[in-house]
């Protein structure tokens, strides 16, 4: 099965190609879970210049167009990811570190919102220590 380019998704999205869209792709793509400021440092650095407000906009249409999943665990900043696999997180209290973590359970909520809510997604965060943490811990 071929790899869909990064110009593909964004034309398959109805969405323009431009270079600053390109560059925070990619940026999101080799490197999940970044915040914003250090996806504006990484475009800036394919790019030569573009500014924050440039790169919120590009986040903001890439994630309304489904190219992006926005998350932002508790206390921090937002971060993003690309969209398409179904997932959760599990965040270290101490270092910040992010790591994707399957399902085990069916797809869909885990509780019953009952009939008057339509749920769309869910997101679950896991809050610990990490395995790195939890060794200089028990030193």
Known sequence: MPVETDV??????????????LAVLAAVRDRPHLEADTITRLARVRLGR??????????????????????????GPARY???GDDHDHLVCRECGAIVDTRRNRAPG??????ATFAVESTEVTYWGRCPTCQQRHHR
């Open 8 to 21: 593909e998704r964004l034309r398959a999205a109805g969405l323009r190609v431009t270079q600053p869209r």
């Open 50 to 75: 573009i500014s924050v407000q440039a790169v919120y906009d590009v986040l903001h249409a890439l994630t309304g167009a489904g190219l992006l999943r926005r998350f932002a665990p508790a206390g």
């Open 81 to 83: 990811e690309l969209a």
């Open 109 to 114: 909520p885990c509780l019953d919102p009952g």
